[in-house]
C-alpha cells in the first residue's frame, strides 16, 4: 500500500512539475489513471502526449503496453519499434516489444528481441 502511495505522489508531482502542453504531463497523467485502473481514461492521456510528440517514448511504450493487454499486437509493436528506434539501449521498451512480438505470434523476433533486452539490462 505503501509504495503505492509512493508512486502516486511521485507522479502526481512530475504532473505539476510538466507544463500544462507538455507531452510529459500527459504521460504522467496516463500513469495515475492507471495506476487506478481507468485503462480508457489512461489511453486517451497517452495518446494526447502523442500528439503533441509523436515521438515521446514513454507514451509510445505505455501505449503499446494497454494495447498489446487488449488484443491488439500487431499495433503496439509497431509503437515500440519506434520507441526502440528512439532510444535503443531501453531495455523495458525492448522487452515490452518481445512480449507483443510474441503475442502478434513472431516467437523468433521475440526472442531475438529479448536477448537484446536482457544484454542492455545488464549493460
Sequence with gaps: MLRCGILAASLWLA?????PGSASRWDAEGLSL??????????RSF??????????VDALNNLAVILRRRGEPDKAVELLQRGVKARPNDARIR??????????????EALAELKKSTFHASS
Design 95 to 108: 522487452s515490452n516489444l518481445a512480449l507483443a512480438l510474441e503475442a502478434a505470434g513472431r516467437p523468433n
Design 34 to 43: 492507471l495506476e487506478h485502473g481507468q485503462v480508457s481514461e489512461a489511453e
Design 47 to 56: 495518446r494526447k502526449a502523442l500528439e503533441i510528440d509523436s515521438q515521446d
Design 15 to 19: 504532473f505539476q512539475a510538466a507544463g
